[in-house]
């Protein structure tokens, strides 16, 4: 079964930076459709950016044009560079296929980003 390993998260300031990475035990990057998603506090898991296999990358409307997901096949990896954070992008990420249940058993720790105002 495929392990999903989420890491780069942090504390950081309204307007900062940061790089989030997500790893994977196999190659399945070439296969799926992935998505980053966010849970805030209190709140529903949410899709917040997909890459597909051909690297079509889509996003919610909140953070379009701040955040950008892309992959490193040789390194099993895709990631999500997110720019001008702001404190409602505050959250546990994570990154599983596109569609995951709640239920599916890759879904990982998520790592945690906090924006302070």
């Known amino acids: 079964q495929v392990q999903l390993v989420e890491s780069g998260g942090g504390l950081v300031q309204t307007g900062e930076s940061l790089t989030l990475s997500c790893a994977a035990s196999?190659?399945?990057?070439?296969?799926?459709?992935m998505g980053w998603y966010r849970q805030a506090p209190g709140k529903q898991r949410e899709l917040v950016a997909s890459?597909?296999?051909?690297?079509?990358?889509t996003y919610a409307d909140s953070v379009e044009g701040r955040y950008t997901v892309y992959r490193d096949n040789a390194k099993n990896t895709i990631y999500l560079r997110m720019n001008s954070l702001k404190p409602e992008d505050t959250g546990v990420y994570y990154c599983?296929?596109?569609?995951?249940?709640?239920?599916?058993?890759?879904w990982g720790q998520g790592t945690q980003v906090t924006v302070s105002s």
């Open positions: 890459i597909s296999p051909g690297s079509r990358t």
């Open positions: 196999e190659s399945i990057f070439n296969f799926y459709v």
């Open positions: 599983n296929r596109l569609g995951a249940t709640n239920g599916d058993h890759a």
